[in-house]
C-alpha cells in the first residue's frame, strides 16, 4: 500500500471533525501555552445600569478575543520562526482570553442558571473542602485566607493576557486595563506569571513542567491533513499514528475539552456522544479551572533531603538521593525524562526531545516507532511495571494519566475521558538555594504555580482527579497511596498526612510519610470560556 493510500484508509477510518475555529476560543483550542501571562481579576456592580455598561463592554470586546484559528496561526508561526532563526523568533502580539464566574453569568444571562455544572454554579472556594483543602480557617490553604477568590471577594470575570514576552503582555494587559476603566468596572486582581528563566519550562521545584499534554482530534480546514495537533508518526505505523500526535500524546477527541462536541469512548479512535451544550449558546464553550497554587520550595527539598536520608539506612535504598526520591513522587526526572525509560538517572538529551520523553507505557514493554521526519529514537525503551516498581503508583503523572493500565472507571482507555489541558505558567522568582528556611528566602516564599486547566467538566475532570485520584490512597489502581506531589489527605483523625509506596534495588518496600504542605491553594476560581458568538449575541446584548 502506498503511503497515500495508507493515509486514505486511515483516515476513512478516522475520520475527524473541521472545528469552528473563529469560534472558540484559543485559550481552549489549541491552548496558549506562552510563557509570559498576566491574569486579571474583574468584579462588576450589580446595578442595572452598570449591568448595560458591562454588556456594552464585552460587546465591543467579543472581536478582540483570540480565537483558536488565530492562535494556532500564531504557534504555526512561531514554530516556523523558531527553526529559522534560533531560540528567540520574533514576538507576536499577546492573545487574550476570558472567562466568566458563574455569579458573573448570572448579571449578563438568566440561561446561566441552565448550566449543568454543579461544581461550576457552587464555586471553587466551595468546593474547597471536597477536594481536600485545609478546613481549619486559621490554615493559609482555607478559602477565608486565599489571596484571590475568597469568599465575599468574588471575581466576576478573568482575563488572560499570554504571549511570548513580558514586554508584549505588558503592553496588551495596559491597553485592556484603560479599557477596563473606563467601562467602570473594578480589577480585583492582577498578577503576572512568567517561565523561569534559569530553568524554561521547569516549574519552581525544577522539574520539567507541561510535558505530558493531550492532543486534540479534529481539523483547522477542509484539508485533509490539516490537523489542530501535529502528527509526527508515520503513516505506515498503526494504531499509534491513529492515538497519538507525538508518541505518547493522547488524541482525545473534541467534546474532552469543547462543549457540543463528539467525546470520548471507550475506543479511542471511536467519537462517543456530544459533550452536552446546554444551554445552546454554551456550544463551543469550554470550563477553566484556575488555581493559585504555593510552592514551599525550601520545605519540599529539606524533606526530601530527610527521607532519603532515613530510606539509605535501610536494605536496597542505599543508594538513593532526595533528587531520586523527589523523582519517584513525580515520575519523572527534573529534566522531564521518565523513570520507566532511565530508572537509574536522568538523561536531560531525553528530556528535552520531544519525539521520546512521553513515549513510554506501564503496564507493557514499549518499542520504538517509526516517524515522519525519519527520526530514531535510541533511547532506552520502558519495560512494563504494573506493579509501580519503577514508577510507583502513587507517583503524579501515574496518577493523573493511566495510560496502558486499567483503572477504578475501566480499561486501558478510560483515562482519556479525564484529561484536561494545562495553560498555566509559574509565578514569583525561583529560590536560589532549594533548601533555604524562610528566614533566608528573599522572596518570603511567594512563588509557585498559576495552574489554568481547560477541559468540558469541572466535576468529572478537574474535582475527579484531585479528589478519587490524587488524594485517594487506593486509587486509580491498587493501595499505592497518596499523590505525594499534589494530593491531599483530609481523612478524619490523619493529621493530613499523606502516604505512599516505593521499592528499592531488591523489590524491599518502604514507605514515605509526609504532612508537609509543599503546595498550598492560595486562590483561584471555576470559569466558563465562551464562544465568541456566544459573547458577542448572548452575554453581550
Not at 25 to 49: C, E, M, R, W, Y
Not at 275 to 283: D, I
Not at 394 to 417: E, F, L, M, P, Q
Not at 461 to 484: C, V, Y
Request: aromatic share 8%.
Amino acid at each position: 500500500m502506498s503511503e497515500t493510500q495508507a493515509t486514505t484508509s486511515m483516515q476513512a477510518e478516522t475520520p475527524e471533525p473541521v472545528l469552528p475555529m473563529s469560534d472558540i476560543q484559543g485559550i481552549a483550542v489549541p491552548g496558549f501555552l506562552k510563557p509570559h501571562q498576566t491574569l486579571v481579576g474583574v468584579s462588576t456592580p450589580n446595578d442595572p445600569g452598570a449591568v448595560v455598561a458591562f454588556k456594552e463592554f464585552l460587546r465591543g470586546l467579543a472581536g478582540e478575543i483570540s480565537t483558536a484559528a488565530e492562535t494556532l496561526a500564531d504557534r504555526r508561526r512561531f514554530r516556523v520562526a523558531k527553526a529559522a532563526a534560533g531560540p528567540k523568533p520574533p514576538a507576536a502580539k499577546a492573545l487574550l482570553g476570558i472567562g466568566f464566574t458563574f455569579q458573573g453569568l448570572q448579571k449578563l444571562t438568566p440561561g446561566a442558571v441552565s448550566l449543568p455544572s454543579e461544581a461550576f454554579r457552587q464555586g471553587l472556594a466551595a468546593r474547597s473542602a471536597f477536594l481536600g483543602d485545609p478546613a481549619d480557617p486559621a490554615d493559609e490553604g482555607n478559602p477565608k485566607n486565599w489571596k484571590v477568590g475568597a469568599p465575599g471577594r468574588d471575581i466576576d470575570v478573568l482575563f488572560i493576557v499570554a504571549g511570548d514576552t513580558r514586554a508584549a503582555v505588558d503592553e496588551r494587559a495596559a491597553a485592556l486595563a484603560g479599557r477596563i476603566e473606563k467601562a467602570g468596572l473594578q480589577v480585583v486582581y492582577n498578577e503576572n506569571g512568567d517561565v523561569r528563566e534559569d530553568l524554561p519550562g521547569h516549574e519552581q521545584f525544577g522539574f520539567d513542567d507541561g510535558v505530558s499534554q493531550p492532543g486534540i482530534r479534529g481539523r483547522a480546514s477542509d484539508d485533509p491533513n490539516d490537523f489542530v495537533t501535529t502528527r509526527h508518526i508515520a503513516v505506515s505505523a498503526q494504531p499509534e499514528r491513529s492515538l497519538f500526535g507525538y508518541p505518547g500524546q493522547d488524541l482525545v477527541w473534541p467534546g474532552v475539552l469543547v462543549l457540543g462536541h463528539p467525546a470520548t469512548s471507550p475506543d479511542p479512535l471511536i467519537p462517543g456522544l456530544p459533550s452536552p451544550a446546554v444551554p445552546e449558546w454554551s456550544r463551543n464553550g469550554s470550563y477553566l479551572v484556575f488555581r493559585r497554587l504555593r510552592q514551599d520550595v525550601g520545605l519540599f527539598w529539606r524533606t526530601m533531603r530527610q527521607e532519603a536520608a532515613r530510606l539509605a539506612a535501610l536494605p536496597g535504598f542505599e543508594d538513593i538521593t532526595d533528587v531520586v526520591l523527589a523523582s519517584r513522587i513525580v515520575g519523572r526526572w527534573p529534566s522531564g525524562a521518565p523513570v520507566n525509560r532511565v530508572p537509574l538517572a536522568d538523561d536531560p538529551d531525553l528530556g528535552a526531545q520531544p519525539l521520546a520523553n512521553n513515549h513510554f507505557r506501564f503496564d507493557s514493554d514499549a518499542s520504538a516507532i517509526p516517524l515522519q521526519s525519519g527520526y530514531v529514537d535510541k533511547f532506552p525503551q520502558s519495560k512494563a511495571d504494573p506493579a509501580g516498581v519503577t514508577c510507583p503508583w502513587a507517583a503524579h503523572i501515574r496518577k493523573v494519566n493511566t495510560r496502558d493500565s486499567g483503572s477504578d472507571t475501566g480499561g486501558r482507555d478510560s483515562s482519556y475521558a479525564r484529561r484536561l489541558m494545562r495553560v498555566g505558567v509559574a509565578f514569583g522568582k525561583p529560590l536560589a538555594d532549594r533548601y533555604a528556611e524562610p528566614e533566608d528566602d528573599p522572596g518570603h516564599g511567594e512563588r509557585g504555580l498559576l495552574f489554568l486547566g481547560i477541559q468540558a467538566s469541572i466535576d468529572d475532570q478537574f474535582e475527579f482527579l484531585t479528589a478519587r485520584w490524587m488524594g485517594d490512597p487506593s486509587r486509580p489502581k491498587m493501595p499505592g497511596g497518596h499523590d505525594l506531589l499534589v494530593g491531599q489527605n483530609d481523612a478524619p483523625g490523619e493529621s493530613r498526612q499523606r502516604r505512599c509506596v516505593i521499592f528499592g534495588s531488591g523489590l524491599q518496600q518502604a514507605s514515605v510519610a509526609t504532612d508537609a504542605p509543599w503546595i498550598i491553594p492560595t486562590g483561584g476560581g471555576y470559569f466558563f470560556v465562551p464562544s465568541i458568538a456566544a459573547l458577542r449575541d448572548v452575554l453581550g446584548r
